[in-house]
């Protein structure tokens, strides 16, 4: 398989997705998980921004996936963007897949929260991708 966005050779379909899946596999696992298993940290905001480091994390693997594979070519010009929304739609079935943990609810602060870390991560990937630019040129 050739990449058409680069013209590189995309030979492992799995080897670029997989950690995306994995991510995402992760982050569930994690929300099954009751409360009472996590170590309470003292620290204001500490779980929110748990949030959005894991959410940064979905991104920047969703997006990795989306720039790597051809089979979504329309679409790999707006990886960027793509992975935001997709990290964010996760991150809503994952707070309504928390109404069902003993110990859990769904929380608007925490999708907020992990919009948040999505929405890092393209603040970060588009200021690498703009500094790459002007080095090019």
Not at 18 to 24: D, H
Not at 110 to 136: P, Y
């Amino acid at each position: 398989m050739v990449d058409r966005v680069k013209g590189r050779v995309n030979r492992n379909f799995w080897l670029n997705q997989l950690p995306a899946f994995a991510w995402a596999a992760m982050i569930f696992l994690l929300s099954s998980f009751p409360t009472y298993r996590f170590p309470r940290v003292e620290i204001p905001g500490a779980d929110k921004m748990v949030h959005v480091g894991l959410f940064f994390g979905l991104a920047f693997f969703t997006e990795r996936a989306l720039r790597l594979q051809n089979r979504v070519f329309p679409w790999a010009e707006h990886s960027i963007l793509l992975a935001v929304v997709l990290s964010f739609l996760y991150g809503l079935l994952d707070e309504t897949h928390q109404m069902f943990v003993p110990t859990r609810a769904a929380d608007i602060v925490d999708a907020a929260a992990d919009l948040g870390g999505g929405l890092l991560f393209a603040l970060v990937a588009f200021a690498f991708r703009s500094s790459r630019k002007q080095t090019a040129s």
